[in-house]
């Protein structure tokens, strides 16, 4: 499988991709974050499924399900692009996907099996993804980005906010 390339993704993701060992191969990066994923939130105390911590931060089921809303949006484009639909496509507003939807009435282990189960898809679909197809380039919000990027970005941003979620959650 070829690496990805600078010239793939915009540079707002650059710290998406930058988090990642430049080595394993998408596959492995996408199993990689699963396994953090699981191996680090299924482990949280209860008493911090709630927790924020700073005024105006996501609690931590917040964190979650921006996890999984941020997943099916990457999805949803490469799945455009690989069908090669070169329509362009707006960006998404995370911060409105948060406040316009009460997370926290959710339970959070059926957040985290959501999440698991979203991403065993995204696998699934990104092992069916020939190169020629990983190679197909789209339009995000004027900006150009391959199916293969953002199957990467996948993984960096789940590594992302495992990081701060180690750092400041638990």
């Known amino acids: 499988m070829t690496k990805l390339q600078k010239i793939e993704y915009p540079v707002f993701y650059k710290p998406y991709i ?3 060992d430049g080595e394993s191969s998408l596959f492995q990066h996408l199993e990689a974050s699963l396994e953090l994923f699981e191996q680090i939130l299924y482990e949280v105390d209860e008493e911090k ?3 924020s911590y700073q005024d105006g931060k996501w609690t931590l089921k ?5 996890l999984i809303d941020a997943e099916r949006v990457f999805v949803y484009r490469s799945l455009r692009f690989s069908r090669k639909d070169a329509t362009p496509l707006m960006g998404y507003e995370e911060n409105s996907y948060v406040s316009n939807y009460d997370i926290n009435k959710r339970d959070f282990n059926t957040l985290l099996d959501e999440f698991c189960l979203l991403r065993r898809s995204t696998i699934l679909m990104f092992q069916d993804f020939d190169e020629e197809i990983l190679d197909i380039k789209g339009t995000v919000e004027g900006n150009s980005i391959s199916v293969r990027a953002l199957g990467f ?3 960096g941003h789940v590594l992302h906010h495992l990081k701060i979620i180690q750092e400041r959650y638990v």
């Open 49 to 51: 499924y709630e927790y």
């Open 62 to 66: 917040e964190v979650v399900q921006h």
């Open 153 to 155: 970005i996948c993984s």
């Open 18 to 20: 930058e988090i990642l």
